[in-house]
Structure formats: C-alpha cells, structure tokens
C-alpha cells in the first residue's frame, strides 16, 4: 500500500501536460501520394498554417483537414501560407477547403490545376483572401460565403478563364487591382452593394 502511494506520487510530480509547440515551430502528415507540411501560428488555440512539403508525381484531388494532431496534441488548420501550393499542377479537381480556414496567402494556389467549383467558407477574415491566391487556376465557378471578407486581393483570380459564375458575399467593399483580369469567360456576376471600391482593371479582359 505504501509502494503504491509513494509511485502515485512519483507519477504526479512526473506528470506534465501537453502543451503545444512553439510559434513557427513545424512538422510534416503523409497523405496518399504527397506530404503537408504545418506550421504552428498560434497557441491555445493551437492553430496551424499548411504547405505543401512533397507534391505528388500523378494527378489527385488535394485534401486538407480541418485538424491535424502531432505528438497527441490537436491543431486547427486555419491558414493556407504564402506560395503554399503554387505551381503543383498535379493537384486537380475541385479543392474543398475546410470550413476552419481564415487566411489564404498569397500566390497559395496560383498555378496549380483545381477546377470545378470553388467556395470560400464562412470564416475567411476581412483581409484573408490575398494576392494571386488562385491566379490561372481552372475554376469554373466562385462564391465566397463569409461575411468577414472586405478585401479581394490584387490578382486573386486573374486569368481564371474557365470561370463563368461568381457569387460575392456581401460584406465585400474593397476587390483589388487585376482582381478578375482575364477571366476570359465570366457570364454571371452581381455585385453586392457593399462595394465601395473596384480598383484599377479589376475585370479588365473579362467576357
């Protein structure tokens, strides 16, 4: 009976909780056919941003999970980082991203072969549609469901020349420069009346 006190106590004093690690601290999760790599960006809540680390060598849909757990503690995937997956053409089909992302960065998908229908959830912040996010993908269709989005970054979409229908959210004010340039195809827009701002050649070469 005093032995089993005594590791109890031991065990007490021993015992640590999980605690999640350190602000850009990162690690890698395999898929089928390719290999993410997550960086912590915040701490209770533990929160992540993801890349790709290794791309595939053959077509496949990317998917990309609203948590992922590393060590036994759990993180939500709230970021898409910057250049994140562009270039990778051997991603194809439609991207369903998870309802947790906030923040899609900059170029995150620019050049990769995505189409079919693309829609942005309900918790994109006011500033995290970024730059190029999605500039010459093979979209078909957009809509952007968040009521916290008020900027559509410069180039986010240009060149997407198989989308014909866009659907805006609207808390939208602000869609940026070249924002929609060269979606050679585009036939069904309505713009909400929350914008305020359409800046230079924002649907300059647009059908």
Known sequence: MKNSIIFC?????????????????????????????????????????????????????????????DNGIEYTVTQITENGFMGIDKFVGELQLPNSIESIGDEAFS????????????????????????????????????????NI????????????NITLSNSIKT???SAFRGCSNLTNLTLPESINTIDSYAFASTG
């Open 9 to 69: 106590l031991l065990a007490l004093l021993l015992w640590q909780p999980l605690k999640a690690q350190n602000i850009n601290d990162t690690f890698t999760d395999e898929y089928d056919g390719y290999e993410l790599m997550y960086s912590v960006i915040g701490i209770n809540p533990n929160k992540v941003g993801v890349s790709c680390y290794t791309p595939p060598d053959e077509e496949m849909n990317l998917y990309i999970p609203e948590t992922v757990t």
């Open 111 to 150: 050049g990769t072969g995505i189409d079919g229908n693309l829609v942005l959830g309900e918790n994109i912040s006011s500033t995290g549609l970024k730059n190029g996010a999605f500039n010459g993908t093979n979209i078909e269709s957009l809509t952007i469901k968040s009521q916290k989005i008020t």
């Open 153 to 164: 970054g410069e180039e986010c979409f240009r060149n997407c020349e198989s989308v014909k």
């Open 175 to 177: 869609i940026g420069h």
